[in-house]
């Protein structure tokens, strides 16, 4: 059993206040407002020049990893919730039945610009180059 001094110092190597370790998002579980689970975070993926978190990346679909579809959700649009212990969005499964996505097997061009441009369209969020 970890002491007090342990969780606090792996907390402030992690988490503060307002900052996270990636490693710490991945695997976050993503839910909508009603409190579905829709998936749960991947991948983090940020601009090298800027620094800014551009999407995190959310498994969502298929059973024990097998028919996952990714989906590269624009940062902005996730807000953490403790109680839920879980990152939430204003989607729902059709929705996101309906987004763009990809398999890992899929050759995903992160640099295309009409490829980001479709995802920040489809989920009505401002690109986060801007």
Known sequence: MATHAQD???LSS??????????????TTVRNRAGEKLGSIDNVMIDKVTGKVAYAVMSFGGFLGIGDRYHAL???MLKYDPKMESYVIDLDKEQ?????????TDALDWDDPVWAKKVHEYYNVPPFWI
């Open 8 to 10: 606090q110092e792996r």
């Open 14 to 27: 992690n988490e503060t206040r307002k900052l996270i370790a990636a490693d710490k998002v991945e695997g």
């Open 74 to 76: 624009p940062w902005g």
């Open 96 to 104: 996101l039945e309906g987004a763009p996505s990809y398999r890992k």
